[in-house]
Structure formats: C-alpha cells, structure tokens
C-alpha cells in the first residue's frame, strides 16, 4: 500500500522559512519522481518543485524559483521541502506526490497535505 505523510506545517510569520517533510513508503517509491504541490484557499493546486528518482535532477516553475528547494533521501524514504521568504500568499496546504517521471510531472499518488498559515 503507497502512503505520503507529509508534516511540519503550521503559522508561522512572514519572512520566516520552513521544512515541510514527505515520508513515504509503499511499492518502489523510492524509482519514483517526487514533487510538491500547494493550494491556496480558492485555488486551484499549483506545482511548486520536483525531484528524479535519484535527486541527481530538480525542477521548479518560474513562480517558485528561488525560494523553494527539494531535496530527498531514498534510503529515509523522505522528501524534504524548503521554503524560504514565506509570504503570505504561500498560505494553503501544501501536498507531496509520487509521479513515474519528473518531465512530465504526473502525479500518481498523493499525500493528504500539510497545512501552512503564513501571517503578515
């Protein structure tokens, strides 16, 4: 059974940075892309990094770069998610996925997302 848990949500002030995790376990994860994802209240879910099964290659949009870096450890079975600067526009929940490749990332599975409350 594939399962994502994500964690280190919470409210925290603007300006401030924060580690979102995804541990994951389940099938063979570990070959898989995996990616971030946030969605603000009324929004539609944006993609905001990815990383190669191997971490050898990363991906960010143009709205994230800069302040977002992913990381992972195959042998911890954790994606790890920096965000720097926060802003308050990065308030939503943010959710971790596993997709076969990171070009194009195409989630498969999801996790149930991690709540951040960024304050002005």
């Known amino acids: 059974q594939v399962q994502l848990v994500e964690s280190g949500g919470g409210l925290v002030q603007a300006g401030d940075s924060l580690t979102l995790s995804c541990a994951f376990s389940g099938r063979t994860l570990s070959s898989y892309a995996m990616g971030w994802f946030r969605q603000a209240p009324g929004k539609e879910r944006e993609f905001v990094a990815g990383?190669?099964?191997?971490?050898?290659?990363?991906f960010y949009p143009h709205s994230a770069k800069g302040r977002f870096t992913i990381s992972r450890d195959n042998a911890k079975n954790t994606v790890i998610l920096r965000v720097n600067s926060l802003e308050p526009e990065d308030t939503g929940v943010h959710y971790c996925?596993?997709?076969?490749?990171?070009?194009?990332?195409?989630?498969?599975?999801w996790g149930q997302g991690t709540q951040v409350t960024v304050s002005s």
């Open positions: 990383i190669s099964w191997s971490g050898g290659s990363t």
């Open positions: 996925a596993a997709a076969p490749k990171l070009y194009p990332f195409e989630p498969e599975y």
